[in-house]
C-alpha cells in the first residue's frame, strides 16, 4: 500500500511560478514511476507528467513542456512539480499518483495504481 498526499496549491498570477510536492508512504517509493494530472471543472483528468522510477527520465504533455519540470527526491519519498510561466488554463485540481512497482510512466489515469486527494491550482489573468 501506499499512501500520497499533495501540497503547496494556491492562488497565483498568469506567468507566475509554484512548486508542489507529493509525499509518498511506504518503503518502495523509490521503485514507483511518478506523474501529475489535473482535472479542470467539467474537463476529464488529464496528464500533465511523470518521471520514471529507475533513471529519473521525464515526460511531459506538449501544453506544459518547458514550463513545467518533475523530480523526485528517493531519500524523502517526495516529487515534486515545478510550474513556471502559468497561465490562466492550468487552472486546475492537481493530482500526483504512483505507478508500480517497476512499471514504466503511463499517461492515462487507469495506468495509476495510488492517487492523492489533489491540491488545487488558480491561476489568475
Known amino acids: 500500500q501506499m499512501q500520497l498526499g499533495e501540497s503547496g496549491g494556491g492562488l497565483v498570477q498568469a506567468v507566475g511560478s509554484l512548486r508542489l510536492s507529493c509525499a509518498a508512504s511506504?518503503?518502495?517509493?523509490?521503485?514507483?514511476?511518478m506523474a501529475w494530472f489535473r482535472q479542470a471543472p467539467g474537463k476529464e483528468r488529464e496528464f500533465v507528467g511523470g518521471?520514471?522510477?529507475?533513471?529519473?527520465?521525464?515526460y511531459y504533455a506538449d501544453s506544459v513542456k518547458g514550463r513545467f519540470t518533475i523530480s523526485r527526491d528517493n531519500a524523502k519519498h517526495t516529487t515534486y512539480l515545478q510550474m513556471s510561466s502559468l497561465k490562466p488554463e492550468d487552472t486546475a485540481v492537481y493530482y500526483c499518483?504512483?505507478?508500480?512497482?517497476?512499471?514504466?510512466?503511463?499517461?492515462?489515469?487507469?495506468?495509476?495504481?495510488?492517487w492523492g486527494q489533489g491540491t488545487q491550482v488558480t491561476v489568475s489573468s
Open positions: 511506504g518503503r518502495t517509493f523509490s521503485s514507483y514511476a
Open positions: 518521471i520514471s522510477w529507475s533513471t529519473g527520465n521525464t
Open positions: 499518483a504512483a505507478r508500480g512497482p517497476t512499471r514504466l510512466i503511463g499517461v492515462s489515469p487507469h495506468d495509476y495504481d495510488y
